[in-house]
Every structure is written in C-alpha cells, then in structure tokens.
C-alpha cells in the first residue's frame, strides 16, 4: 500500500479522545460577550496561534456557501469586526446574503465557539482607525490585492504591489483604499462547544430571543 493509499485509509481511525472537563449551565456568564472573552483569554494564555482566527462562511444569493480563516480585529457589545477588500468573494457575498457563521477552532483546549448572525459595514471612521494601525506593508498590500480575482502569476502582483509602493512614498500616509473596510457580525446565537469522553461534547447556545439572550443546551 502507498503512502497516500494509507494515510486515506487511517482517516476513520484518526480521533482524538477529550478531557473529563465539562460544561455546565452554572459556568456560564449570562452574557455571552462575557463567556467569550473568558474564553477567548483562555486561548491566548494557551498560547495557541492566532486566537483570534476565525473560520468564516457565507453563501451567495443562490444558497453556495464558501468558507476561508480570517482575524478577529473587533470585539464588543455589537459583536465580532473583521476587515476586508469589498470586492473579496466574502464581502460579495455578503452583500447578496449579510448573514454568516464564525468558528474558532480551539482544538488544543477541547473547545469551539461558533458564532451566527446578522452582517453590516462598520462605520468608514472605525475602518480608518483600524487601517492606521495595521503594519505599512500590510497597509500597501491592500492597496495591491485584487483579492479573490485571478491573476496571471505572482510576478503580476508584486507589480502591482512596487506600483502601491511608488503611490506612497516612504514617510508618506497610507490612507484607506475605498473598496477596504469592516464588517460587523451582529450574533443571534453564540454557541460554546467543550469537548467530552465518548463524543458526548457539551454544547451551551446563547440565543437572542426578545431582546434578552436565552441559555440552552444542544445534543452533541
């Protein structure tokens, strides 16, 4: 058997068995904003790598969904900020259809927390204090991206990333590129995932209902 024949073969047997560590209604903040950034805090003091990575999908007005790992970059009583090129897939997407799941997969600490909700842009003046603190290649490189467009190779982007360099001569302001900005997931359920023996995981969902949050428990 091949190497490949038998690394496809193993994937049944591929699981991972997770600590006694339960979670119970009583742990939780009746805030999930709260519970999040508990957790979120968790995951950093893990030391995990990008904490603040999340999964997110979206769909486009005929219901095909696609997902990619953006970063965090807000977090309030609002919901979750991330910012992109709006005229990525994503943000096209959304525009079609502004609604979205996030997942942080926080496998090391047996833990998810799966985020679905509402989309709408951020304020230009939030988009621009975020853009002005971002690292200059960083910045230059959002001017570059055609982002989710095809290009010929990657020679044509470093053309295009040398031409957003001559734009803005070093010592010079970066500003914002107009078609870059936030996006603003507005929960309506905040589920916390803690992983258990026997893939009996628990599963807590925050739901809004009311104008309060509603606490329940799912089936793994």
């Known amino acids: ?24 209604e009583a742990d939780l903040d ?3 904003l709260t519970q999040f950034a508990r957790w979120l805090g ?6 995990l790598p990008e904490p603040n990575a999340m999964v997110l999908a979206t769909a486009d007005a005929a219901g095909r969904p696609s997902a990619r790992t ?12 991330f910012f992109t090129n709006l005229e990525s897939r994503k943000a096209r997407e959304l525009a079609a259809n502004p609604y979205a799941s996030a ?18 842009p951020v304020e230009r003046a939030e988009t621009d204090r975020y853009f002005a603190t971002r690292p200059r290649n960083a910045q230059l490189g959002a001017w570059a991206s055609p982002q989710s467009r095809v290009v010929s190779d990657r020679a044509a982007l470093d053309e295009l990333l040398a031409a957003a360099d001559d734009r803005f001569p070093d010592g ?33 969902r925050y739901r809004r209902e009311s104008g309060r949050w ?3 428990r799912l089936a793994p």
């Open 1 to 24: 058997m091949g190497e490949e024949s038998r690394s496809l073969s193993e994937l049944a047997a591929m699981r991972r068995e997770y600590a006694r560590t339960g979670l119970f």
């Open 30 to 32: 009746p805030g999930w």
């Open 42 to 47: 968790d995951a950093t003091d893990a030391q």
């Open 70 to 81: 953006v970063l965090l970059k807000g977090l309030d009583e609002r919901g979750l900020v």
């Open 103 to 120: 997942v942080f997969p926080w496998h090391p600490i047996g833990r998810q927390v799966i985020v679905c909700g509402e989309v709408s």
């Open 172 to 204: 010079t302001e970066v500003t914002t590129p107009p078609h870059w900005g936030g996006l603003l997931l507005a929960p309506e359920t905040v589920e916390f995932w803690q992983g258990r023996e026997g893939r009996l995981h628990d599963r807590l």
């Open 214 to 216: 509603a606490i329940e």
